[in-house]
Structure formats: C-alpha cells, structure tokens
C-alpha cells in the first residue's frame, strides 16, 4: 500500500502485518495498537482490515464487543475499581460513589482536565484484601477514595 | 555481613505495599553495609498477613508480617529474631499447618522464575516420568486419579483428554483457561504469578498425552502482574530446552470480557472473534481452537497433574470425598478476617473453613451469608454452614463449587441488593446470543427493584423469568444467575421486603 496514511494509520498497518502469520491474531493486534497510541483511532480499522483479510465491519463489532478497547483517547491515567461481590463485602460500592463525586465522573468517564478516566471492572483477583482497584498497572488493597484519588491524580512521569 | 531474605511480589502482596518494604529493605541493608540477597517469591497465600517476610533459620522459615516499612529498621536492630511482627516457623501457622498443599506446594516459597529451585523443589519429575509412558497410559493415570475440571464444571480431565487423543487431526491444541473471571477467586493468578513453571509443565504434559505440540494460555487482562510473570517463566523456559522442542506455548491476553472464561467463547475470541458462545457439540475436543482438536482446562487442573505424575493417581486420590477427589485450592474473600488460599482435600465444611480456620469476617460482626462458586454461585445462609466442601455436596445443597471461592458477607449485607446485582452482572456480561440472558436479566433487574418497593405480583414474575433463563439459556451465564438470586431469596426473605416498611 503506498498512498498516504496518517502516521497512526501506518502504525496499525506494521503492527498488524507483524501479526499477520498468527492463528486468530486480531485481539493481539488490538492490544499492541492500543498499547501503542493510547486507543484504537477510527483511521487505523481499515489499514488493519487490509493487513488482516478482515472486514471493516467484522472488526468494529469484535473492538465494541470487548470492554478493553477504546476508541476514543482516555485520561493519562486507567482507574480500575472492582465493583464485584467480595469487595462489595467490603464496602466497594460506597467507594464507588464516594469516588465518583470526588472525581466528578460517571463510571467509564474521564475527568475534565484528562488527568483519570474511571472504569468499573468485576474482579481483579485480590478479593481477600478489597476493595481493590488497578491504577494503571499498580494494584491497591483495602482502598479508600482519599488514596485512590491521590494516586489517580499524581502526575505521570 | 550477608543476608538472604524472602519477599512475596504476588499483586495481593504488592497490593498491600510489598514493594516499598523491599526498598526500605534495600536501604537499611545498604546503609548497614550488609550484603542483602532478596529472593521475591510468590505468596504463601495468608493474605491477612502479607507483606510476609521470611528468613531461614536452620532450615526453617520463620515469618515476619503484615510489615510495613517502619517495621523495618527494628527488624535489623534485633537481627531478624524479636519483633512485634514476628510470626515463628511460616509452616507452623495454623492456617498454613492445616492445608494439604499439592499443587501450590512451592508457591511462595521460591522464586517463580528459578528453574533450578522449581526442580530441587519437586518439580520437572511429572514430565520426566510421562515422558518414559505412552500417550494413553498418562491418560489413564490422570483418569485414575480423579482429576475433575477446577474451572466450574467439573468434567472428568482425564475423560476429556482421551476425547482429543483420539480425535482425528494433524495439529491438536491445549488451551489454558486463565481468564478467572469469578469475584472472590484468586488461585489461578497465584499460581501463574508464584509457580509458573507448574503450569508449563502441567501443558506440556497434556500435550504428551493427547498429541498436541502447541499450547495457549488465556489471561484476562486485569492480571498484568500475572502476565508478566507468566510471559517471562515462557522465556526461561525456551531458553533452558523445556519448551520449544516439540511443545511450545503462547500467551494469549484477554479484553475484559466475563463470558469470555466459557470455554467456547474464549475460543472465539482467541480466534480473533466477539466472544460470543458456540453451541454444542461440536465438543471443542473434536472441534475446538481453528476447529482443530483441542483441550480446554483451568489453569488449576493443568497445574494438578505434574504432581499426579510425579506422585502417582493413587496418592492423589487418596484425598478428597465421594467423587470429589484430590485437594482444592479454597479462596476465602471478602468480608473475612484470615482470608486468602487454603489448599485441603475437598470435604470440609463451610463451618470449619470460615469460622476455625478464618476466624469469621473481618469486621467482627456475625456472619450472615458465603457465596460459593462466584458470580453464577449460591448463596449459603449459616444454616447451611454445615455442607462439606464438594462438588456433588454443594450441589445437593442447592448450589455449586465452581472454581472454589467462597465470599463471606456479614450480618450488614443486604441480600435483596446482592439478587439485583447478580442479574445487572448477567446484563453486562452477556454475550447476547439468547434473549432469555440479554433481555432476561435486564427484566429481572426491573423485577427485583419492584419487589423491593412492594409490588406483589413482582415475586411470581420473577420466579417464572429464573425458569425461563435457567431452560432457555446456551450457557451457565444466564442459565446460572437464578443461583444466587432464587436462593438470596429463599434464605433472605426479610432483604426482599418492601424498603419503607423495613425502615419503619
Ligand atoms: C460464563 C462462564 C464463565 C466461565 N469462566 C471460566 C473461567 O474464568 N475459568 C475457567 O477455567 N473456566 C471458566 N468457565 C468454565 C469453562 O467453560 C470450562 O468448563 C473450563 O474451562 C474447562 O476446564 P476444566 O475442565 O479444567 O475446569 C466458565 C463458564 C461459563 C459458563
Ligand atoms: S446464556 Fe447469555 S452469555 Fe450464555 S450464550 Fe446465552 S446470551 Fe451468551
Ligand atoms: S471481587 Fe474485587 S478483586 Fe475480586
């Protein structure tokens, strides 16, 4: 393919061609492009598509099936909050909302100045020190919204 | 001066603040000028106690914990003997000492990506004996020993492994069910974070057994921790000769999609497709992974067998009850005060688990219900306190064992609030290929609210839509959620009184 393609869209065609030779590559493909712009932008579906002998539509329905994916750009930081059972034993779904004032968000919102985007997931696997949540890749036991929010805010390096 | 010490970097550990007492650790050592060795393991699964510090004394683990970094100056003034924290012999602790650890016999005990130590602590001796045995005969010693599917349902391993050895196909699949999406389980992610090896050699054996050279393992994308240890044990692995020679394995990530541990649906998915549910048959066994032969296990079966090879069927039946056969890794969660992995055989009952071994809840109060089984499981009042931990015992009790992980509540928790959200959790994580889940749960949210604002007629809907969901749904997901809504119901009936006139 040699016409013009935003540097996104080139991205996503190399990511995708790198996959190509796998059985079932496409949630690989997925995560490495989001891993690597932050999100999955509309512009990189079709180069995908061509790279993977997929239709359009086909990956659509697979990106809007999965929780994971995103298309559109998220806060500088992931805030996972566990709302199922065993945390909800401890109390999550006050955290919840406790959290959610503070930050001025609804669950899957991204706060004003970019800084969070919260997502509501069920489980994390720490359900004998809940609440738990994930902030980007840090895991946090017995969470309280003071903490969860501090670190949300602090400032990414 | 040198110094070896052991520190978890299991998530639950890092969770709790492992990480910055191994920086004070690093510190204080260095400003000593002691040479300090810290081995970071897995976690021995006393959750209640972690960070978990250990030093060997004489052959012995002695345990220091819950520490926190200012704990750590003191340590060092009393050279790691007298401490407010210090916990004697690890192995001493009631909770550690009443276990029967076989499969996690070295989780939090070496470090989990130490090849050398995974074998001088028993491991490789599975595989090298099924190596020296033909196909059919590891089958049928998995057969014997009662191995059954830790991922929910049950199924006889070795049943399900003959299926695919004598499935027609020039390329068969092992496909590892790592996507552990039930509240209050946990012992998939401790193992692949704290002996990844295990389960490595689990895969390769099946793929000796049933003609497989390539494996997948299948992990949710909440456990980064996992992944990363998991990823790395693949390397060591490749790089030392035991995998990459006629068995090699991938890791797979998940996208954040319940439905997706059904084994049909994670196939889809791993196929690069909506992770909706097949229908069945064809069996994944005859038609699984690019529709080639394939077995699907839970990380925990796959991970019980190199002890079962190494140790023999009959050792590993002599544990257990009924047909409920070997040990379990219990998973006590929630609102309990020494909550975390217990391995035992299966047959102890709720009450012993929850109330000697735990402790009760964490917050001191009575306890008033355990959901067994995760999401999909029931409800169990005291009342039932008495039911032995099995398969078939659960289930005569009206519920189900799953993937073992048991979540107290206590005497605060409202049971009409915990049937709503059974039914929004159906609703979220449906697939959507039968209307009696997709649209079902949906109503049954609509059905519980107006039960809880006194609405009579509400009851008998709701009792006609569980009917509906359990005869009319393709999987456990909509065909499960009556569990512990129906029962939430029948052991609680007071949480499902009409609000106002609770509160008056
Ligand atoms: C909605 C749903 C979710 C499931 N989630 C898991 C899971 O996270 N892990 C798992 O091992 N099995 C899960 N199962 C069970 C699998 O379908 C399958 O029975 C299991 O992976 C087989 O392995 P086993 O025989 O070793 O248990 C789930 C089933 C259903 C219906
Ligand atoms: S019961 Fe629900 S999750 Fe299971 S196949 Fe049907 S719609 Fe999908
Ligand atoms: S239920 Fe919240 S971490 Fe498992």
Same mark, same amino acid.
């Given at each position: ?33 989001? *891993? ?28 809007? %099936? ?38 001025? +968000? ?12 919260? =997502? ?14 994930? +902030? ?22 | ?8 970097? #299991? ?28 081995? /970071? ?8 106690? =972690? ?24 340590? %060092? ?5 007298? *401490? ?21 016999? /070295? ?8 090849? #050398? ?11 090298? /004996? ?8 590891? +089958? !049928? ?23 695919? &050895? ?16 039930? @509240? ?19 895969? !390769? ?16 994308? =909440?456990?980064? *921790? ?30 954040? @999609? ?19 549910? /097949? ?38 039946? @002599? ?10 890794? &219990? ?22 688990? $929850? ?7 964490? @917050? ?44 107290? %509540? ?28 997709? $649209? ?55 949480? %499902? ?8």
């Amino acid at each position: 393919m040699t016409r013009e393609e935003t540097p996104n869209a080139l991205r996503a065609r190399e990511i995708a061609a790198a996959h190509a030779g796998m059985d079932g590559p496409l949630l690989p493909v997925l995560h490495a492009v989001q *891993h690597a712009l932050g999100h999955i932008p509309r512009e990189t579906l079709a180069p995908m598509a061509e790279e993977l002998d997929l239709s359009l539509a086909e990956i659509h329905g697979v990106i809007s %099936f999965y929780p994971d994916f995103r298309t559109e750009p998220g806060g500088r930081r992931m805030l996972k909050l566990c709302r199922a059972e065993a945390c909800q034993a401890m109390g999550a779904e006050a955290l919840g909302d406790e959290l959610r004032a503070r930050l001025g +968000v609804d669950w899957h919102g991204t706060t004003a100045d970019g800084a969070v985007t919260l =997502e509501p997931v069920y489980c994390l696997g720490l359900c004998a020190c809940g609440p738990a949540a994930l +902030v980007d890749e840090t895991p946090v036991a017995r969470a309280t919204p003071e903490r969860l929010e501090r670190l949300a805010r602090e400032v990414t390096g | 001066m040198s110094l070896t010490l052991y520190l978890p970097k #299991d998530s639950a550990a890092l969770a709790l603040g492992a990480d910055e007492v191994a920086a004070a650790l690093t510190r204080e050592a260095s400003a000593r000028g002691v040479a300090l060795r810290l081995i /970071r393991t897995g976690s021995r699964g006393m959750v209640w106690l =972690e960070p978990l510090l250990e030093i060997e004394r004489d052959g012995v683990r002695h345990g220091f914990g819950p520490l926190e970094v200012s704990d750590v100056t003191n340590l %060092f003034e009393n050279r790691f003997r007298h *401490h407010p924290k210090a916990l004697g012999p690890v192995e001493a602790i009631p909770f550690l000492a009443r276990q029967t650890r076989l499969t996690f016999a /070295r989780c939090g005990v070496i470090d989990p990506l130490d090849l #050398d130590a995974y074998r001088a602590h028993g491991g490789l001796r599975g595989l090298e /004996r099924a190596r020296d045995m033909a196909p059919a005969e590891i +089958v !049928a010693e998995v057969t014997a020993s009662g191995l059954r599917g830790r991922g929910g349902a049950g199924f006889p391993t070795g049943i399900k492994w003959k299926t695919v &050895l004598e499935a027609e196909g020039p390329q068969k699949h092992i496909v590892c069910n790592a996507d552990e999406g039930d @509240s209050g389980t946990f012992a998939d992610r401790m193992l692949m974070e704290g002996d990844p090896f295990c389960l490595i050699e689990g895969m !390769a054996i099946a793929g000796l057994a049933v003609g497989a050279s390539r494996g997948h393992v299948y992990c949710r994308s =909440e456990y980064p *921790h996992a992944i990363r240890t998991f990823g790395a044990a693949l390397d060591v692995s490749r790089g030392a000769g035991l995998l990459g020679r006629g068995f090699d394995i991938e890791l797979r990530v998940g996208a954040g @999609s319940y439905v997706c541990g059904e084994e049909t649906a994670l196939l889809n998915s791993m196929e690069g497709k909506r992770g909706t549910v /097949r229908a069945k048959p064809p069996l994944p066994a005859h038609k699984g992974f690019m529709g080639r032969p394939t077995v699907v296990n839970n990380v925990i079966s796959l991970a019980s067998v190199p002890v079962i090879l190494a140790e023999g069927a009959e050792v590993y039946k @002599s544990f257990g009850l009924g047909r409920s056969l070997g040990t379990v890794p &219990l998973q006590i969660a929630g609102n309990v005060k020494h909550g975390g992995l217990f391995e035992a055989a299966f047959g102890m009952t709720i009450r012993e688990l $929850i109330e000697d071994v735990c402790g009760g809840t964490a @917050s001191g109060r009575p306890v008033k219900a355990v959901q067994i089984g995760g999401p999909l499981g029931a409800y169990f009042p005291v009342s039932l306190f008495d039911t032995p931990l099995g398969y078939e015992e659960c289930d005569a009790a009206g519920g189900l064992i799953g993937h073992a992980g048991i979540v107290v %509540f206590d005497d605060s928790a409202d049971m009409g609030r915990m049937a709503r959200f059974a039914m929004e959790f159906c609703a979220v994580e449906s697939c959507g290929t039968c209307t009696p889940c997709r $649209i079902g749960a949906v109503r049954g949210m609509e059905t519980i609210d107006r039960i809880l604002a006194g609405d009579p007629a509400a009851p008998a809907i709701l009792a006609d839509l569980c009917e509906t969901m359990r005869d009319g749904s393709l999987c456990a997901l909509g065909g499960f959620t009556p569990y512990p809504v129906e029962s939430a119901l029948r052991h609680f009936p007071e949480d %499902f009184m009409a609000r106002q006139e609770a509160a008056e």
